[in-house]
């Protein structure tokens, strides 16, 4: 099994940046990736990074957002940048194991006010 919990200051004013850590420990994954959810809508995936490093971000995102793995500390990370108000939402951290079987972390609430 593969265990994630979130971690992160949630506040910011719009045109700020927040950074969001995902501690895993278990099993190990291979690919591990964050998503988002805004009250009435459906879980979206922002970023994405696989075992060999590659990386990928939605457009609604890209150019803000980036995502990275510091191994040492079994962190994943999502820089967000020029954040607005439409990014606000509850934050997950997700990760699949080598049986594709997906995991999620507890989510942390991220508002962006105007």
């Known amino acids: 099994q593969v265990q994630l919990v979130e971690s992160g200051v949630g506040s910011v004013q719009a045109g700020g940046a927040l950074r969001l850590s995902c501690l895993g420990s278990?099993?190990?994954?291979?690919?591990q990736g964050w998503f988002r959810q805004a009250p009435g809508k459906e879980r979206e995936s922002v970023a994405g990074?696989?075992?060999?490093?590659?990386?990928g971000v939605p457009g609604s995102v890209k150019g803000r957002f980036t995502i990275h793995q510091d191994n040492a500390k079994k962190t994943l990370v999502l820089q967000m940048n020029s954040l607005k108000p439409e990014d606000s939402g509850i934050y997950y951290c997700?990760?699949?194991?080598?049986?594709?079987?997906?995991?999620w972390g507890q989510g942390t609430q991220v508002t962006v006010s105007s």
């Open positions: 997700a990760g699949n194991d080598e049986r594709g079987r997906r995991y």
């Open positions: 278990g099993s190990s994954t291979s690919w």
């Open positions: 990074i696989n075992s060999g490093g590659a990386t």
